[in-house]
C-alpha cells in the first residue's frame, strides 16, 4: 500500500487557549508575548503545529468566539505586531500556527452587524438573519420558532430598533451570519481569511464548520426535551443544503491558493455526510474533529444531560472516531481534550490515586490512533478538573452560567431544589468547558506560576503538585512521558499515524486491545493493550506471534509480564 505522507498528516498539534496560557505582563490575563515566552518549551514537547484559538478583538462574552474585528487583536492579549512575532517566532523554530476561524457569527460590536441592526433597509441587513416575530393567541410576541440557543433559552434576540429577531445559535451577543448572502461570503473571505494567511499563518480550526447553511424553511425543530419549550435545531441547522458548496466556495476562493491546513469542527453527522466535507477530491476540508468519544455518555445536544459510560461505549466511540475513513480517500483526527471538553484524567482515567500513570495510559491510546493528534495545553502535565468543593461562583463560562441560571429560574422554588441542585453540581464539575479553562499550572508559586497578579479564573488548588517545573525535573513525569510518546508516533508513524485500528475485546469492561497495521503489509503491527480499571487483571495475548514491548507506563522493575496492573498499559511490535 502507498502512504499519502502529507505534513498536516504527519503533524501533532498543540492547542493554546490565550486567557489562560501565560500572563506576560501582570494583568492576570494570559497573553500573546506570555505564549512566545514558551515556544521553546512547546517545541521540546515535540508538537510541530500550534492551533491558537481567538485571539481577535472580541468583547468576551463567549471567550474570544464573539468576534468584533477579525483583522485586530484583543488588547488583553496583545497588539497585531505581537500577533507577528507569534507567526515568526514559531516559523523560526520549525513550528507551524493555525487560527481559530470563527465566521458562523460575529460578535453584535461587530461594525457589519451594527450597521445591519441599524435600519431595515441597510446595505448590510441581509448580512444576518432577520426575522418578523409571532404572536400567541393572547397576543404575546413570540420568536419565529422554537429552536433553542447552545447557551440555554431562545437561538433568537428581539431587537427594538427595527422590531424583528435575529437568530443567534449561541450567545446573545454572537448574531449568524448569513451566509446565502454572497456579498457577505466574500467579506468573509477577505477579513478573516486572507488577512491572516497573508501574514503567514498555515491554516485553520474552523469553528462550527457545519453550521453555515441553515435550512430555510425556519420550520419549529421536533419535540426532543419535553420540559422545555426550546427544542435543539440540529437538522435545521447543521450540514444544511448548501453547505458543501460553501466549503468548495471558500477552499477554491481562498484556502487552496495558500499551502495550508484546515480541520473543522462537526457535529451531528452521519458517515456519509462527514465523508463529504472531507474526501481528498472535493476540496473542501482536510479533516475534521468528531464527538463521539468526547460526548461519551452525554446527549449530543446537552452536555448535561450525562447519563454515564462503560468502556463497551469508549471503545466504539474510538472505533467510529478512527475508522470512517477506512477503505476511503479522507483523513481523521485524534483528540481527547479542548477548551470544551472536560479534563481526560479525571474522566476517562483516575485523577487522584492513579493521576500519573493512568494519564501516561490516555498518552498511549492518542499516540497510537490513527489521524492528526491534537492534544490541550495541560494535558501533558494531567491538568484535572476543578475540585468539586468550588462553588458555582467559581465558573466563568457563559455555557455553564446560563444552564445553572435557567436550571434555578425553573426549579428554584421546589422543597427538593438542594438535591437537585447538588446533583447538577455533580455533572457541572465532571463536564462543564470552566475544567479547560483553569490557568496552566507552570510551578508551584503563587497563581500557579500563570500570572503575578490573581487570574481571572481560580487556579484549581492542585498546582502545587501537579505541575510544569516540577514535571520537568522528574525523569518519570507525565510530561516526560508526553515528549517520548511524540517521538514513538512518528518513528512509528506507519502504524500508529497511518495503520488501520483494529480492536480485539469488544466485549471487555476492563481492558482496551488493539492491533495498528497497514494492509496487506509484512511489517510488523503494533499492539496496544491498555488495563482502563483501578483492578489488575491477567494478560493473555489475543494474537500469535513474536512480541516484543516498545513502551510501558511502568518501570521494568515493577513489570510482570503475566499481570496488567491497575491503569498499565503496553505497547508491543508483533512479528
Ligand atoms: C465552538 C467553540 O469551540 C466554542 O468554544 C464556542 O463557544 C462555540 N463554537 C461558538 O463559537
Not at 472580541?58 to 477579525?70: F, H, Q
Not at 427594538?160 to 446573545?172: D, P, S
Not at 468526547?294 to 459510560?309: A, H, I, K, L, T
Not at 487570574?455 to 503538585?465: A, C, F, G, K, L
Request: aromatic fraction near 14%; glycine fraction near 6%.
Amino acid at each position: 500500500m502507498t502512504i499519502d505522507y502529507t505534513w498536516w498528516k504527519d503533524a501533532s498539534i498543540y492547542q493554546i487557549w490565550p486567557a489562560s496560557y501565560k500572563d506576560s505582563n501582570g494583568d492576570g490575563i494570559g497573553d500573546i508575548p506570555g505564549i512566545i515566552s514558551e515556544l521553546d518549551y512547546i517545541k521540546d514537547l515535540g508538537v510541530d503545529i500550534i492551533w491558537l484559538s481567538p485571539m481577535y478583538k472580541s468583547p468576551m462574552e463567549d471567550m474570544g468566539y464573539d468576534i468584533s474585528d477579525y483583522e485586530d487583536i484583543n488588547p488583553d492579549f496583545g497588539t497585531l505586531q505581537d500577533m507577528q512575532d507569534l507567526i515568526d517566532g514559531c516559523h523560526t523554530r520549525g513550528l507551524k500556527i493555525i487560527c481559530d476561524l470563527v465566521v458562523n457569527h460575529t460578535s453584535s460590536e461587530h461594525e457589519w452587524f451594527k450597521e445591519s441592526r441599524s435600519s431595515l433597509d441597510n446595505p448590510k441587513r441581509d448580512w444576518y438573519i432577520w426575522k418578523k416575530p409571532k404572536y400567541d393567541a393572547e397576543g404575546n410576541r413570540q420568536p419565529p420558532n422554537n429552536w433553542m440557543s447552545y447557551f440555554s433559552g431562545s437561538a433568537w434576540e428581539y431587537d427594538e430598533t427595527t422590531g424583528e429577531y435575529y437568530l443567534r445559535l449561541f450567545a446573545k451577543g454572537q448574531p449568524d451570519l448569513n451566509w446565502e448572502n454572497e456579498t457577505c461570503r466574500k467579506a468573509i473571505y477577505d477579513s478573516a481569511l486572507k488577512f491572516w494567511l497573508d501574514r503567514g499563518v498555515d491554516g485553520f480550526r474552523i469553528d462550527v464548520a457545519g453550521l453555515y447553511s441553515k435550512d430555510q424553511s425556519f420550520a419549529d425543530a421536533p419535540i426532543v426535551f419535553k420540559d422545555s419549550i426550546y427544542q435543539p435545531s440540529g437538522h435545521l441547522t447543521a450540514n444544511g443544503p448548501r453547505i458543501h458548496e460553501f466549503h468548495q466556495e471558500m477552499n477554491k476562493e481562498v484556502v487552496s491558493k495558500y499551502d495550508v491546513m484546515t480541520v473543522g469542527e462537526i457535529c451531528h453527522c452521519s458517515k456519509e455526510e462527514t465523508l463529504k466535507y472531507v474526501g481528498a477530491t472535493r476540496n473542501e476540508l482536510n479533516m475534521l474533529f468528531i464527538f463521539d468519544v468526547v460526548e461519551v455518555g452525554c446527549d449530543e445536544s446537552d452536555r448535561f444531560r450525562y447519563n454515564g459510560w462503560k468502556l463497551t461505549d469508549f471503545k466504539k466511540a474510538i472505533q467510529s472516531q478512527s475508522e470512517f475513513t477506512k477503505g476511503t480517500d479522507a483523513w481523521s483526527t485524534v483528540f481527547i481534550e479542548n477548551h470544551d471538553q472536560p479534563r481526560s484524567v479525571t474522566r476517562f482515567g483516575n485523577d487522584k490515586k492513579y493521576h500519573n500513570k493512568s494519564g501516561k495510559l490516555l498518552a498511549m491510546l492518542e499516540t497510537s490512533l490513527t489521524g492528526t493528534l491534537f492534544i490541550y495545553q495541560g494535558q501533558e502535565i494531567g491538568m484535572t478538573n476543578v475540585p468539586r468543593s468550588w462553588s458555582i461562583e467559581e465558573y466563568k463560562d457563559i455555557n455553564t452560567v446560563n444552564y445553572y441560571n435557567d436550571f434555578k429560574a425553573k426549579y428554584g422554588n421546589d422543597p427538593d431544589f438542594k438535591e437537585k441542585e447538588e446533583k447538577l453540581l455533580d455533572v457541572i464539575n465532571l463536564m462543564a468547558r470552566d475544567n479547560a479553562r483553569s490557568p496552566v499550572q507552570w510551578s508551584a508559586a503563587k497563581y500557579s506560576g500563570f500570572s503575578t497578579a490573581e487570574p481571572w479564573m481560580r487556579v484549581n488548588d492542585n498546582y502545587t503538585e501537579i505541575n510544569v517545573e516540577s514535571q520537568l525535573k522528574d525523569p518519570n513525569s507525565l510530561l516526560k512521558f508526553y515528549q517520548k510518546m511524540l517521538k514513538i508516533r512518528k518513528q512509528y508513524k506507519d502504524l500508529f499515524i497511518y495503520g488501520g485500528l483494529n480492536i480485539l475485546d469488544y466485549d471487555n469492561e476492563q481492558l482496551f486491545t488493539y492491533t495498528k497495521e497497514l494492509p496487506n503489509s509484512k511489517s510488523p503491527k503494533a499492539y496496544v493493550v491498555l488495563n482502563m480499571s483501578n483492578e489488575s487483571t491477567k494478560f493473555t495475548p489475543l494474537i500469535d506471534g513474536d512480541f516484543k514491548l516498545i513502551v510501558s507506563n511502568v518501570n521494568n522493575d515493577e513489570l510482570d509480564e503475566a499481570v496488567l496492573t491497575p491503569y498499565e498499559g503496553r505497547i508491543y511490535l508483533v512479528n
